[in-house]
């Protein structure tokens, strides 16, 4: 074994892998990642006290945040800015210790105390420091499960600060959580409730970005996104960052280059602010897995603001560019401003104007922007066509997509529920039903998307507002049953998000995750109700109480 790494849901066999990662990235990075995490558990140890007590760390808060969203899957790939990150953040670390001075921990962990390392002895340490070193199966489950609820909080984090939104207690709650998991003291109880804390901090921190982009961008509209082509060259953005997306049609306006969103970046087509830009042309291609050849026959250059990168193909090397926490070897990367400047993307604009226009793949539109702001504006249409009979029940359907047969699972379903049901989404999870001829309810489209997979916040706000209308006691009293797609660490903040609103009976698939040990699911079971998926007929009997 070179390697162990099991935080996605397409892991090796289902259990972890072992040899390389299935999203591409090689056991060197895997060991890195594992070893700038360690890092950070150090950094919060240490100041986790002071933190506490409502000193201001702006440093290490950044430090928690960046190096957690970096480690998502399919987000950074490049060792060289591993290994600087991690010298930095010791730096960092050793730093705080002097500054903090009798605020610091007596009982230090290694993870605290350990020196500086390069080359050899860097991988040396970064083998002892993975997800196995902790021997336990349950706790090292409810372990690796609050951290990757981290890492998803982190990314939402990361987007909301970028527009000068945070919440304190969340930018706190990253020094507590990450300090316990190195805590022997803790027993199995103690994690489960930290875990469920994990879910309440990621309902804050999806409302604080909720918050960022409507104050900044109003809020979602209805919208049909053309997903055809113009004949002038262009630039796809892919990923989540709003902030990104707008300082790019600005950098664009009159050079005569427009400008497409691929994957997660196709909520931004809902937001007022962005509908200015005569040359936001719409939505190019589809969901994450299929940039390979999505990213080749668009023929411009292609930025990727977040996750998900998948290893880069010759056919497109010499014109993707990374910003922000993306990173992927021998790939140019658009540095971060200063002093509250604009991003410069001049490099991208310049190569866009020789390039070819794109190449078109489809034609038509697509329906999106049901966020909460918007659908709330129906509520009288809903509530009269859930009291008529005319809508029986919504499936809440968010989450990601992914390169797995078995996600074919959730196009069937999507075409098989009855046509008196209305699908609920965020995600790009949507990719696998958004274009099918699945038509309206009395004018409500039976699939209603309310954005990015952080927009599952809007998901959760509309079914307790529904629950006030309809003066019910329990979220779970709704006809409304969530048959939600995993794939990465953001999909996990939202599930222990919904699990801290009470939300129960959650399907999960198309696989439950390999980090949940035995005993783990077992609790998950009992508690929540968590079940997988079986056959879609099955299912849709199961939800619809046949």
């Known amino acids: 074994m070179s390697m162990f790494c099991y935080q996605c849901q397409e892991t090796a066999k289902g259990t972890?892998?072992?040899?390389?990662?299935?999203?591409?990235?090689?056991?060197?990075?895997?060991?890195?990642?594992?070893?700038?995490?360690?890092?950070?558990?150090?950094?919060?140890?240490?100041?986790?006290?002071?933190?506490?007590?409502?000193?201001?760390?702006?440093?290490?808060?950044?430090?928690?945040?960046?190096?957690?969203?970096?480690?998502?899957?399919?987000?950074?790939?490049?060792?060289?800015?591993?290994?600087?990150?991690?010298?930095?953040?010791?730096?960092?670390?050793?730093?705080?210790?002097?500054?903090?001075?009798?605020?610091?921990?007596?009982?230090?962990?290694?993870?605290?105390?350990?020196?500086?390392?390069?080359?050899?002895?860097?991988?040396?340490?970064?083998?002892?420091?993975?997800?196995?070193?902790?021997?336990?199966?349950?706790?090292?489950?409810?372990?690796?499960?609050?951290?990757?609820?981290?890492?998803?909080?982190?990314?939402?984090?990361?987007?909301?600060g970028a527009l000068d939104q945070y919440d304190e207690d969340v930018q706190k709650y990253y020094y507590k959580a990450l300090a316990a998991t190195l805590d022997d003291s803790l027993t199995v109880d103690d994690l489960v409730a930290l875990t469920l804390e994990t879910g309440e901090k990621g309902v804050s921190v999806m409302a604080v970005l909720d918050k960022a982009n409507t104050e900044t961008y109003g809020n979602p509209e209805i919208t049909e996104v053309n997903i055809g082509v113009s004949d002038k060259p262009g630039i796809l953005i892919s990923g989540h960052d709003l902030k990104d997306m707008e300082e790019l049609l600005e950098q664009t306006k009159g050079t005569g280059v427009d400008v497409?969103?691929?994957?997660?970046?196709?909520?931004?087509?809902?937001?007022?602010?962005?509908?200015?830009?005569?040359?936001?042309?719409?939505?190019?291609?589809?969901?994450?897995?299929?940039?390979?050849?999505?990213?080749?026959?668009?023929?411009?250059?292609?930025?990727?603001?977040?996750?998900?990168?998948?290893?880069?193909?010759?056919?497109?090397?010499?014109?993707?560019?990374?910003?922000?926490?993306?990173?992927?070897?021998?790939?140019?990367?658009?540095?971060?401003?200063?002093?509250?400047?604009?991003?410069?993307?001049?490099?991208?604009?310049?190569?866009?104007?020789?390039?070819?226009?794109?190449?078109?793949?489809?034609?038509?539109?697509?329906?999106?922007?049901?966020?909460?702001?918007?659908?709330?504006?129906?509520?009288?249409?809903?509530?009269?066509?859930?009291?008529?009979?005319?809508?029986?029940?919504?499936?809440?359907?968010?989450?990601?997509?992914?390169?797995?047969?078995?996600?074919?699972?959730?196009?069937?379903?999507?075409?098989?529920?009855?046509?008196?049901?209305?699908?609920l989404t965020a995600g790009c999870a949507k990719y696998r039903y958004n274009k099918l001829p699945l038509g309206d309810i009395d004018g409500i489209p039976r699939v209603l998307d309310a954005g990015q997979c952080n927009d599952s916040y809007s998901l959760a706000v509309i079914a307790m507002k529904l629950k006030e209308i309809f003066e019910l006691n329990d979220i779970n009293d709704l006809p409304i049953s969530y048959n939600i797609a995993w794939y990465e660490q953001k999909a996990v903040i939202v599930l222990l998000a919904l699990l801290y609103l009470g939300v129960k009976d959650i399907h999960l698939g198309p696989t439950l995750p390999a980090f949940l040990s035995p005993n783990v699911a077992d609790v998950l079971v009992k508690n929540f109700g968590i079940a997988g998926i079986g056959?879609?007929?099955?299912?849709?009997?199961?939800?619809?109480?046949?």
Not at 128 to 156: C, F, H, P, Q, W
Not at 535 to 546: A, H, N, P, W
């Open 535 to 546: 056959s879609v007929e099955d299912d849709i009997k199961l939800f619809m109480g046949e």
């Open 16 to 160: 972890g892998c072992e040899v390389r990662g299935v999203c591409g990235k090689s056991p060197e990075t895997a060991e890195l990642q594992d070893l700038l995490i360690y890092t950070l558990k150090g950094i919060a140890q240490i100041a986790g006290p002071a933190r506490a007590q409502g000193k201001a760390l702006p440093e290490a808060d950044e430090a928690l945040m960046r190096g957690l969203f970096m480690t998502i899957t399919n987000a950074n790939f490049d060792n060289d800015v591993f290994e600087k990150t991690i010298i930095e953040y010791i730096a960092l670390r050793d730093s705080l210790k002097k500054e903090l001075g009798n605020l610091v921990p007596s009982n230090l962990h290694d993870a605290a105390t350990f020196t500086v390392l390069t080359g050899s002895a860097m991988q040396e340490k970064a083998q002892k420091v993975g997800v196995l070193a902790t021997e336990n199966e349950d706790i090292r489950s409810l372990r690796e499960l609050i951290i990757y609820g981290l890492k998803g909080m982190a990314a939402y984090a990361y987007h909301a």
């Open 260 to 423: 497409y969103t691929h994957g997660e970046m196709l909520p931004a087509n809902y937001y007022p602010s962005f509908k200015k830009y005569d040359h936001f042309v719409g939505n190019y291609g589809n969901a994450w897995w299929q940039q390979d050849k999505e990213f080749a026959s668009f023929n411009g250059p292609i930025l990727m603001t977040t996750n998900c990168i998948t290893p880069v193909k010759d056919s497109y090397k010499n014109r993707i560019y990374t910003t922000g926490a993306t990173g992927y070897p021998g790939v140019t990367h658009i540095a971060d401003a200063a002093d509250g400047k604009e991003k410069d993307f001049s490099e991208i604009i310049a190569q866009a104007k020789t390039c070819a226009a794109p190449t078109g793949i489809e034609n038509g539109t697509i329906v999106g922007g049901f966020a909460h702001n918007q659908v709330m504006a129906l509520a009288d249409k809903v509530v009269a066509a859930v009291k008529s009979g005319a809508i029986k029940r919504f499936f809440v359907m968010a989450g990601c997509d992914g390169r797995m047969k078995g996600r074919d699972y959730y196009t069937e379903f999507a075409k098989q529920i009855p046509d008196n049901t209305i699908i």
